[in-house]
Nanobody, 118 residues
């Protein structure tokens, strides 16, 4: 059973930075995609950034240039460094892992709140 444990959310002032971490336990296979999604109140969950086990990255236009996703394959951990945060970045951030050991399997973390406010 795969479990995802997130950390790093919190309250930050506009223009500030945060680093989110997500550690996956269990077998996720040598090829997988790890990423972060977010959901603001009244809005649909949306992709923030994703990174494959090979290091290929994908970012939402809204965070491109302000955020960096990275991973440590030995630790099955993904990181999201967010800079120049804006109030519109306020949301619950969810870690996601897509594993392909036996077909496509999707795993989600419990979510961590990020609030950008002065």
């Amino acid at each position: 059973q795969v479990q995802l444990v997130e950390s790093g959310g919190g309250l930050v002032q506009p223009g500030g930075s945060l680093r989110l971490s997500c550690a996956a336990s269990g077998s996720i296979g040598s090829f997988n995609i790890m990423g972060w999604y977010r959901q603001a109140p009244g809005k649909q969950r949306e992709l923030v950034a994703a990174i494959s086990s090979g290091g290929v990255t994908n970012y939402a236009d809204s965070v491109k240039g302000r955020s960096t996703i990275s991973r440590d394959n030995a630790k099955n951990t993904v990181y999201l460094q967010m800079n120049s945060l804006k109030p519109e970045d306020t949301a619950v951030y969810y870690c996601n892992v897509r594993s392909f050991i036996t077909g496509a399997q999707n795993y989600w973390g419990q979510g961590t709140q990020v609030t950008v406010s002065s």
